[in-house]
């Protein structure tokens, strides 16, 4: 048996200077080539010549493990070093902007003996206080409002651009509010908010993202796309539970679960007529349903082919009643659950395929069973009729 040629393996890029000696461009060059190194000869899919397995590949991958542990360590603090002094620019910024604009008035002293200066902003108006106590050194404030510093600082203007800081602080607070406060009041065009004690099976509906004010009441942050009721559930105490159609055919339940979020609302169309009781309709989603949950379970050993897309996304559509031809889609299903029936009871196919055939069959039946009961149910003459 001929002897296996040995093969030089490349040296690992040397690492003579400390990972904390290197400028950032050094650093990252010295990263790329002990990984490209790694990659290539250390790794089964690499371009090689690869280290032979057992000790020798062992003692290079800890090596590389250890230099490039090093390397990702002087970077992490280099990149935790320049966000922290950035901050701290940053920081430093904002006290100079506040104290640039405070605007700090003549003072006033009190029977105490403890002198008052007056703070403004251009844009933020009367703001509060500065005050030194007799002979003290530290400063405070007191804002308009009442509301004290309580941490003391080193000089007048200091206090005086704090007091800014918070002034701005509580201006953008407001506006956010007013912001809140609108969204509760504006709804989009061509919808209203509607009445919860008369929502019902089949009303469209938007309903909101909630979100937290600024004074903690829920608002809403924005309004949903429409989606179709499926049923209300009203329980004793107060709450609803409101099932809504969803894309895939389903209905996912919608928990209504405090008055503060029937305060927010829930939208339909302007000018909504009250939806007439239709039981087609309900008959229809559970038939189709069951079929869709056995084709479902034939999907994952199966496979998603094209063939059952195409069934699960017709189920779906007649699950919500989206339909031009009720019962020629109803006759699709019949005959694609028919041939799904054929082919998963084909001998050729692996076992773990054969093995789920009463799946297929069962949809198969199901669907015969549904295209027969509906067409002799009143509460489908109307599509029965539609169809000839």
Same mark, same amino acid.
């Given at each position: 048996?001929?002897?296996?040629?040995?093969?030089?393996?490349?040296?690992?890029?040397?690492?003579?200077?400390?990972?904390?000696?290197?400028?950032?461009?050094?650093?990252?060059?010295?990263?790329?080539?002990?990984?490209?190194?790694?990659?290539? !000869?250390?790794? @089964?899919?690499?371009?090689?010549?690869?280290?032979?397995?057992?000790?020798?590949?062992?003692?290079?991958?800890?090596?590389?493990?250890?230099?490039?542990?090093?390397?990702?360590?002087?970077?992490?603090?280099?990149?935790?070093?320049?966000?922290?002094?950035?901050?701290?620019?940053?920081?430093?910024?904002?006290?100079?902007?506040?104290?640039?604009?405070?605007?700090?008035?003549?003072?006033?002293?009190?029977?105490?003996?403890?002198?008052?200066?007056?703070?403004?902003?251009?844009?933020? @108006?009367?703001?509060?206080?500065?005050?030194?106590?007799?002979?003290?050194?530290?400063?405070?404030?007191?804002?308009?409002?009442?509301?004290?510093?309580?941490?003391?600082?080193?000089?007048?203007?200091?206090?005086?651009?704090?007091? &800014?800081?918070?002034?701005?602080?509580?201006?953008?607070?407001?506006?956010?509010?007013?912001?809140?406060?609108?969204?509760?009041?504006?709804?989009?065009?061509?919808?209203?908010?509607?009445?919860?004690?008369?929502?019902?099976?089949?009303?469209?509906?938007?309903?909101?993202?909630?979100?937290?004010?600024?004074?903690?009441?829920?608002?809403?942050?924005?309004?949903?796309?429409?989606?179709?009721?499926? @049923?209300?559930?009203?329980?004793?105490?107060?709450?609803?539970?409101?099932?809504?159609?969803?894309?895939?055919?389903?209905?996912?339940?919608?928990?209504?679960?405090?008055?503060?979020?029937?305060?927010?609302?829930?939208?339909?169309? &302007?000018?909504?007529?009250?939806?007439?009781?239709?039981?087609?309709?309900?008959?229809?989603?559970?038939?189709?349903?069951?079929?869709?949950?056995?084709?479902?379970?034939?999907?994952?050993?199966?496979?998603?082919?094209? !063939?059952?897309?195409?069934?699960?996304?017709?189920?779906?559509?007649?699950?919500?009643? !989206?339909?031009?031809?009720?019962?020629?889609?109803?006759?699709?299903?019949?005959?694609?659950?028919? #041939?799904?029936?054929?082919?998963?009871?084909?001998?050729?196919?692996?076992?773990? &395929?054969?093995?789920?055939?009463?799946?297929?069959?069962?949809?198969?039946?199901?669907?015969? #069973?549904?295209?027969?009961?509906?067409?002799?149910?009143?509460?489908?003459?109307?599509? &029965?009729?539609?169809?000839?």
């Amino acid at each position: 048996m001929p002897t296996a040629t040995a093969v030089a393996i490349p040296p690992m890029p040397a690492a003579p200077t400390p990972a904390t000696e290197l400028d950032d461009s050094a650093l990252a060059e010295a990263t790329r080539a002990l990984d490209a190194w790694y990659r290539a !000869h250390l790794l @089964g899919s690499g371009t090689g010549p690869h280290i032979e397995r057992g000790e020798p590949s062992r003692t290079a991958l800890i090596l590389v493990a250890a230099r490039m542990r090093e390397l990702k360590r002087v970077r992490k603090e280099r990149d935790q070093g320049a966000a922290r002094d950035a901050f701290q620019r940053r920081e430093a910024q904002r006290k100079a902007d506040n104290e640039a604009r405070a605007q700090v008035g003549r003072p006033t002293r009190e029977a105490d003996g403890t002198l008052v200066y007056p703070v403004s902003d251009d844009k933020l @108006g009367e703001l509060g206080t500065a005050r030194r106590a007799f002979r003290g050194r530290k400063w405070k404030f007191n804002r308009a409002d009442n509301g004290s510093s309580g941490q003391e600082y080193d000089s007048l203007r200091a206090a005086a651009g704090a007091l &800014v800081w918070v002034g701005g602080l509580a201006a953008e607070a407001a506006e956010r509010q007013r912001q809140q406060e609108a969204a509760r009041a504006t709804v989009p065009d061509g919808w209203e908010l509607a009445d919860w004690d008369d929502l019902t099976e089949f009303d469209l509906i938007r309903t909101p993202a909630y979100g937290k004010a600024e004074d903690g009441t829920l608002y809403p942050r924005r309004w949903r796309d429409p989606l179709e009721v499926r @049923g209300v559930n009203r329980l004793e105490s107060g709450a609803m539970v409101i099932s809504l159609a969803q894309a895939h055919g389903g209905a996912d339940p919608l928990f209504v679960s405090s008055q503060e979020m029937k305060d927010v609302g829930v939208l339909w169309p &302007v000018g909504r007529t009250r939806p007439e009781p239709q039981p087609w309709r309900e008959k229809l989603r559970v038939r189709m349903a069951d079929i869709a949950d056995d084709i479902e379970t034939i999907r994952r050993p199966f496979g998603s082919t094209a !063939h059952l897309q195409e069934l699960a996304d017709l189920l779906a559509r007649l699950e919500r009643a !989206h339909s031009e031809d009720l019962f020629a889609d109803l006759r699709r299903v019949e005959t694609a659950t028919g #041939y799904l029936r054929v082919q998963v009871g084909d001998t050729a196919q692996p076992y773990a &395929v054969r093995e789920i055939n009463s799946w297929a069959v069962a949809a198969h039946l199901k669907a015969t #069973y549904a295209l027969e009961a509906l067409a002799t149910d009143p509460d489908f003459a109307w599509a &029965v009729a539609a169809g000839t």
